[in-house]
């Protein structure tokens, strides 16, 4: 049985039919990516998961339950977290102030105090800058305290939304670095990110996203390889 499972969702915008019926599930431990040009409809997709829209019809099942009419802290208490798109931290609030947001769902403080040594672990410049306003990081270490932040829900899917954008190419290196050791480390990983190579080199299977519908799916050493896909995607 899949972790996550989407079945046949639309999402619109007014008249506009921003996702159109598209079917596709994540299982627990992998990392699966979504990948397609702007506009095809990814972010509304995970944006709709985290109930920040609603679905016109389809159904989005999270281990075993229907998310449809659940408020997005219900969501994040099941144990999805979200990473958007342009990072959002608190810019006036420290680090460890936005890490501890976080964890405003977890009652247990030993747990707490577990998890933020997990993150101080994972991403250690952070550490260095506990008491700094996160507005005065740069973006390489914004994202960072937004994937730190997230896993300070202590969820079991991490949904991530472009966290390559903006970022030079030494640090985009390092935060695909750290996504693929939580990965490795047990946690499911949906994945949006405009650098297809990225994606399909991070994830074990992908699902190709086209103006709302999902025209093409498989492993994502296959999908790498494809002519289809080098040509829209890879530059090739």
Partial sequence: MPMLEVK?????????????????EVRKG?????????GAGKST?????????KAKSGSIIFQGQELAKLKPYQIVELGIAHVPEGRRVFPRMSVKENLLMGAN????????KRDLERVHEIFPRLYERMNQQAGTLSGGEQQMLSLGRALMTNGSLLMLDEPSMGLAPILVEEIFNIIRRISEEGTSILLIE???FLALTTSSRAY?????????????????????????????
């Fill in 8 to 24: 046949d969702l639309y999402v619109s915008y007014g008249a506009i039919n921003a996702v159109k019926g598209i079917s596709f």
């Fill in 30 to 38: 992998e990392t699966v990516a979504l990948i397609g040009s702007n």
């Fill in 45 to 53: 997709t995970l944006r709709t998961i985290s109930g920040l829209e």
């Fill in 105 to 112: 769902i977890i009652k247990d403080r030993a747990q707490i």
């Fill in 194 to 196: 405009q650098n297809a």
């Fill in 208 to 236: 190709v996203l086209e103006t709302g519908s999902i025209i093409m799916q498989g492993k994502s050493s296959d999908l790498l390889t494809d002519e289809r896909v080098k040509d829209a995607y890879l530059g090739a």
